[in-house]
């Protein structure tokens, strides 16, 4: 079993930057996938940016070329660059690990972005 601990989220104005951090519990490059989620009320959890173990990275439409996915294999903690934040990247963020076909979730962390 994977515990992730998610930290870095918090109150920025718009075109501000945050970056988040996903600390795992073991070894980042045993796990087949990472990535962060996020969901606002009412929402379904979506995918935001995911990093595989070989090291590709897949962004959703609405955050690529702002976000960046990366990884420190020394620290096990996998993060999330978010630059020029808009007032519709508000919600809790995920972290996301998938190992041995099972799939294992942060507590979250919230960011809000004010206009």
């Known amino acids: 079993q994977v515990q992730l601990v998610e930290s870095g989220g918090g109150l920025v104005q718009a075109g501000g930057s945050l970056r988040l951090s996903c600390a795992a519990s073991e070894s980042i490059f045993s796990i087949n996938a990472m990535g962060w989620y996020r969901q606002t009320p009412g929402k379904q959890r979506e995918l935001v940016a995911t990093?595989?173990?070989?090291?590709?990275?897949n962004y959703a439409d609405s955050v690529n070329g702002r976000f960046t996915i990366s990884r420190d294999g020394v620290k096990n903690t996998v993060y999330l660059q978010m630059n020029s934040l808009k007032p519709e990247d508000t919600a809790v963020y995920y972290c996301?690990?998938?190992?041995?076909?099972?799939?294992?979730w942060g507590q979250g962390t919230q960011v809000t972005v004010s206009s």
């Open positions: 996301y690990a998938h190992l041995n076909a099972a799939g294992y």
């Open positions: 990093i595989m173990r070989g090291g590709r990275t």
